[in-house]
């Protein structure tokens, strides 16, 4: 086990655990068959001088079974070892003169086709997108949708339409999906005030339990709180991040990389996570053929723009408030970022086609959460804001529409789990409909937790409920007793002068016990009192 002696290594934005060896040094490492049978070794090496001299030797059993000569200096220098259920024991020796990062040995399982799960899964995060954004819901709107590469491709795929997040935004929903946990539990809600330890028995990361069984996982990422600096490279062999916006447009690099890991393991088990964070307003540079297609008199740069408006939004405070002109540029200038994912998003659809690949793959597309520009006139976790797109592109499921309420951070790991048969135990995670047969949702709870705010969501089938209360940020409690405000809305209505707390008292009171049975059960690193 190297784990304990392991340190996390960035190079070229590709982020691996892996053990510093020093001239001369040599490391073993042993493994048994009870949780892989078959399987391929790979591992990197990386010299921390430029031109080193000398090899870098892998041996089992005394018999030289992989070697590297003059090194890339500051680059992984990867091989790979077929047929490794042979070699039980490696034995890594530095007989370079530099000192070498290297990787932990992956195992990477050879996928067979009489097992019961799928052989890849890839998942498709598109940062900040309202589910109606995506042309594919909007049947009516087909000649002008900026994703028709996507249409396509989830034609006939399983189109879910009450799919929310878990939170309003990408620190606390990105880390619900990988532990399927609510934000009062994870406890990564607000990166100002702390991030829990993440990984470990109390927050395990369902990815990680893939990597267990041999998958070979690797994640991209262009978010800034989704990064190794808050422990995202967990349980993924390799983890690739781009800081925006210095990186530019990054949906071309991450598409790249997900056909290259592919390529790189096509016999074998693969779990693809990637986050596309160009379709979050603001927050890249416009391409040049976006600049063409918008209008010559306008803000140049977006996140000034972007901004300068919200600052500008008043009575809620951090919450955008935009006319309507300002809101068909915002529109315009999305259509146009979505379009470019698209066409990017196209060639990995290509490329399951050509390599036979699709046969044995499951694709998920999603986003980690939505927007809204009306911020004063409606609650924070309004439908627009939290109300996800979620395709899932399954080779034993036909089309089909789901309108069951589905919690996208609790339920996505164990549908994935599911799907590549393995067991990732979770509390209140459900496998999907059609591919499992767990329950329905009666509700979905999305909690904010951010500054001196608690806010909580309830939706039913009938009922949006909203819950605003005091947190203490110092403390991490939630103060029931100190209600702010209250809103009760039918669904598919969540303006402000529709509100139904005077006219159903006895619904209001039902909610108010849902969040205290939702705080009874989950909270954990999130504390609370009433």
Avoid at 82 to 89: I, M, R, V, Y
Avoid at 124 to 129: E, G, P, Q, T
Avoid at 261 to 277: A, T, V
Avoid at 435 to 444: C, E, F, L, M, T
Wanted: with cysteine; glycine share 6%; charged share 25%.
């Amino acid at each position: 086990d190297l784990s304990s002696k392991s340190e996390s290594v960035t190079l070229h934005n590709e982020t691996r655990d892996c053990l510093l060896l020093r001239p001369g040094e040599s490391i073993t490492t042993c493994c048994t068959k009870d949780d892989v049978s078959e399987w391929n070794w790979k591992l990197s090496f990386s010299s921390i001088n430029l031109s080193p001299v000398g090899d870098m030797v892998v041996e089992s059993n005394s018999k030289v079974i992989g070697s590297l000569s003059h090194l890339m200096g500051m680059k992984w220098n990867t091989i790979k070892i077929p047929d490794g259920a042979e070699h039980l024991s490696l034995s890594i020796f530095n007989r370079t003169n530099s000192d070498v990062y290297v990787s932990h040995p992956c195992r990477e399982a050879i996928y067979k086709n009489d097992e019961d799960g799928l052989q890849n899964v890839v998942v498709l995060i598109l940062d900040s997108l309202w589910r109606d954004k995506i042309g594919i819901y909007n049947e009516n709107d087909k000649e002008d949708s900026p994703t028709p590469f996507i249409d396509k491709f989830f034609s006939n795929g399983l189109r879910y339409w009450n799919c929310f997040s878990s939170a309003e935004w990408t620190l606390p929903s990105v880390y619900s999906m990988l532990t399927t946990q609510y934000p009062v539990n994870h406890g990564r809600t607000d990166y100002r005030s702390f991030t829990p330890e993440f990984g470990g028995e109390r927050h395990p990361s369902f990815v990680a339990a893939l990597a267990k069984k041999g998958f070979s996982t690797m994640a991209c990422s262009g978010a800034k709180v989704f990064t190794p600096a808050f422990s995202g490279h967990i349980g993924f062999n390799r983890f690739f991040y781009d800081s925006y916006p210095e990186s530019g447009r990054t949906d071309g690099h991450i598409t790249k990389r997900a056909i290259d890991h592919l390529r790189s393991n096509e016999d074998g088990k693969n779990f693809l996570y990637l986050h596309y964070i160009d379709t979050h307003d603001g927050w890249i540079d416009p391409s040049y053929a976006e600049e063409s297609q918008l209008d010559p008199i306008r803000v140049s740069n977006p996140l000034s723009e972007f901004m300068t408006l919200k600052e500008a939004s008043g009575a809620t405070k951090g919450e955008p408030t935009f006319g309507k002109e300002q809101i068909k540029l915002l529109d315009k200038r999305l259509a146009q970022r979505l379009n470019e994912v698209d066409l990017s998003l196209q060639s990995l659809f290509a490329y399951l086609d050509k390599s036979g690949l699709a046969s044995t793959t499951a694709v998920l597309l999603c986003a980690d959460h939505g927007f809204q520009y009306t911020g004063r006139g409606r609650p924070l976790l309004s439908d627009t804001r939290v109300n996800v797109p979620l395709l899932i592109k399954h080779p034993k499921f036909e089309g089909e529409d789901i309108k069951s309420l589905v919690n996208l951070g609790l339920d996505i790991g164990p549908t994935i789990s599911q799907i590549l048969n393995v067991d990732f135990p979770t509390k209140e995670g459900k496998v999907l409909s059609p591919i499992g047969n767990s329950k329905p949702r009666d509700r979905v709870i999305i909690e904010s937790i951010f500054g001196d705010r608690y806010k909580v969501c309830i939706r039913t089938e009938k009922y949006v409920f909203h819950q605003h209360v005091k947190y203490n940020r110092e403390t991490h409690t939630i103060d029931m007793g100190s209600e702010i405000e209250v809103f009760l809305f039918v669904v598919g209505n969540e303006e402000l002068n529709h509100d139904l707390t005077n006219s159903k008292p006895e619904v209001v009171a039902e909610m108010r016990t849902y969040v205290i049975e939702h705080l009874n059960k989950s909270a954990d690193e999130i504390l609370w009192k009433q």
